[in-house]
């Protein structure tokens, strides 16, 4: 089982929609969450980070489970140039400092 | 703003040659970073350093070697190339309070 998994998607939205869509970690020690965004050819680039009280940053919020060991990603009033694939990023501080393990990826698609 | 560069954008090399992947980063980080991203398999580890001339195995660090001999500078080296090293390779930087990663623009590489 991976440690990280995500809905490949692609989940095609109507502009001005929301979407949600979850990803799941397997380590319980995991300290930490991300959202990273990736445009298409592009490197990823830190979205917001998830809180476990969660949080919102404008038209996006994250949110944390973990009791059941899940987090979200919404988007209200979906834009066109919100389409780019979301990665699911989770921390775990050792030794030799913080491990970041992504998850593969959720393809968001926004058509007019 | 944190800027993370590597050599080339695209490479094209030959089943066996010795390939030099270069990465550089201009914030002053401690932390380097390589992964490699195949569709599907999301990002994976390669190796990482946390230190000038240290470094630590990720999860995949099999036909591949790092140098870092220099704070801002952490090279990926294949030693023999092999088709399935096709993939693209990033390179990500970060400071040790930071969880926070930054990436360079990826270098796609394709072994025939």
């Known amino acids: 089982r991976k440690e990280v998994e995500q809905d490949p998607g692609p989940f095609n939205v109507p502009e001005g929609a929301t979407v949600a869509f979850n990803c799941t970690y397997s380590?319980?020690?995991?300290?930490?969450f991300f959202w990273y965004r990736q445009d298409c050819r592009k490197e990823p680039k830190l979205l917001m980070s998830?809180?476990?009280s969660g949080n919102e940053d404008g038209r996006f919020t994250a949110q944390l489970n973990r009791a059941s060991q899940y987090i979200s990603l919404l988007i209200r009033d979906s834009k066109l140039s919100d389409s780019a694939t979301y990665l699911c990023v989770v921390n775990k501080k050792g030794a030799a400092g913080n491990k970041l393990t992504f998850g593969g990826g959720t393809r968001v698609l926004v058509k007019p | 703003d944190v800027k993370v560069t590597q050599s080339s954008r695209y490479l094209v090399k030959r089943t066996g040659e010795k390939v030099f992947l270069e990465c550089v980063q201009d914030?002053?980080?401690?932390?380097m970073f390589w992964y490699r991203q195949d569709p599907g398999l999301g990002l994976r580890l390669i190796y990482f350093?946390?230190?000038?001339?240290?470094?630590e195995k990720g999860d995949i660090p099999e036909g591949y070697s790092v140098s870092r001999e220099k704070k801002e500078r952490f090279s990926l080296i294949l030693e023999s190339a092999s088709t399935n090293q096709t993939s693209m390779y990033l390179c990500a930087s970060s400071s040790p309070s930071l969880e926070t990663q930054y990436f360079g623009p990826g270098t796609r590489l394709l072994v025939l």
């Open positions: 350093s946390y230190d000038v001339k240290m470094k």
């Open positions: 380590n319980s020690a995991s300290q930490s």
């Open positions: 914030m002053d980080h401690e932390n």
């Open positions: 998830v809180y476990s």
